[in-house]
Nanobody, 120 residues
Framework: MNLVVHGGGSVEAGGSLTLSCSAS?????MGWFRQVPGKEREPVVS????????KYADSAKGRFTISRDNDKRNVYLQMTNLKPDDSAMYYC?????????????????WGQGTQVTVSS
């Protein structure tokens, strides 16, 4: 299983960015995590492919939106009204179990990180 991430970059506070993640095969759940130096990788949002269960971290609610393709291989993270605190390395995650992408310990596959930097 390979996860390929596109997107990221630098934006001013209040701006928007979209990340995408493509899996090499269909998968039960996908999601996004983020990490800043010195801190643990934390969940941002996850989605169970097919059943559509979505779980957002409180920090993402109302500003971030996850979506997916019907082929269950691609997910997108639309981030709006970005804040400097959103600056982090963002990672795509996947697992072969529904609900597993909401917890770092249950994720089985990781994509390469992409940096998101939000300036004030």
């Amino acid at each position: 299983m390979n996860l390929v991430v596109h997107g990221g970059g630098s934006v001013e506070a209040g701006g928007s960015l979209t990340l995408s993640c493509s899996a090499s095969q269909s998968i039960y759940c996908m999601g996004w995590f983020r990490q800043v130096p010195g801190k643990e990788r934390e969940p941002v949002v996850s989605i169970d492919q097919g059943v559509g269960n979505i779980k957002y971290a409180d920090s993402a609610k109302g500003r971030f939106t996850i979506s997916r393709d019907n082929d269950k291989r691609n997910v997108y993270l639309q981030m709006t009204n970005l804040k400097p605190d959103d600056s982090a390395m963002y990672y795509c995650a996947a697992a072969r179990t529904y609900g597993a992408c909401a917890s770092r310990d249950d994720v089985r596959f990781w994509g390469q990180g992409t940096q998101v930097t939000v300036s004030s």
